[in-house]
């Protein structure tokens, strides 16, 4: 059954843990403001979807869409999924990879959700078509050059380190890399925008192909 009318986010990443290092931050201020927020993570297993439901508790999503699949089988057959949840979760904002990514399943992540930003509201494949007004790109280990938008996320930094702390698989295995990196980031970026702490995005536009989308046209730009 679709949601219900008012804003939401729907945060669509490549792995377990990803939601946190690129996005913690927004997910949480928003779960804070009675933004409901959900995550799609097109992989994982047994182990790494339990820590992820973890986290996501501690971050307040709302509904945790998880996938069992190996870290790279992250391909084009995945867009339906992607579409799948946009219409289930019906959200105004999408958060995602970047395609400047060094993690090539990062890039097709976020290849894939282009795609499905333009399917999901298209009226002649779906009756229940829905339009996204923006895509966020998060960081995760490649910073963006010129973020658009920086997000204050000094009062819930705790809170992120906390979920992020649930993925105990990566966090062993990398030695305390995240942990260190997401805090030397979201520092920098508290530095370059006047706070504490803050989270960088670049801002995509969804693109128009022609007249089959809900809500193509407008009558002024301000």
Not at 28 to 42: E, S
Not at 60 to 78: A, I, Q, T
Not at 111 to 140: C, G, N, Q
Request: charge should be negative; aromatic fraction near 6%; glycine fraction near 6%.
């Amino acid at each position: 059954m679709p949601e219900g009318d008012g804003p939401s986010i729907l945060v669509v990443c490549a792995h377990p843990d990803d939601e946190c290092l690129g996005a913690g931050g927004a997910i949480a201020v928003h779960a804070n403001a009675g933004i409901p927020v959900d995550v799609l993570c097109l992989t994982g297993n047994d182990t790494r979807n339990r820590e992820l439901k973890d986290a996501a508790h501690v971050l307040g999503v709302r509904h945790m869409y998880c996938s069992f699949r190996e870290d790279f089988d992250v391909d084009e057959s995945l867009k339906r999924e992607v579409v799948d949840a946009i219409l289930l979760s019906r959200p105004e904002i999408v958060i995602t990879h970047s395609p400047m990514d060094y993690n090539r399943a990062h890039v097709t992540c976020s290849h894939l959700v282009d795609e499905a930003v333009e399917w999901a509201s298209h009226v002649t494949l779906y009756p229940d078509a829905h339009r996204v007004k923006r895509v966020y790109h998060m960081e995760i280990n490649s910073l963006h050059s010129r973020p658009q938008v920086m997000l204050d996320i000094g009062a819930v930094y705790g809170r992120v380190v906390k979920a992020l702390r649930k993925h105990i698989s990566q966090m062993d295995r990398a030695g305390g890399y995240y942990l260190k990196f997401y805090d030397a980031r979201t520092a920098l970026r508290g530095v370059q925008s006047g706070c504490d702490r803050a989270e960088a995005f670049r801002i995509v536009l969804p693109e128009h192909a022609g007249p089959f989308y809900p809500k193509n046209a407008t009558s002024r730009l301000v």
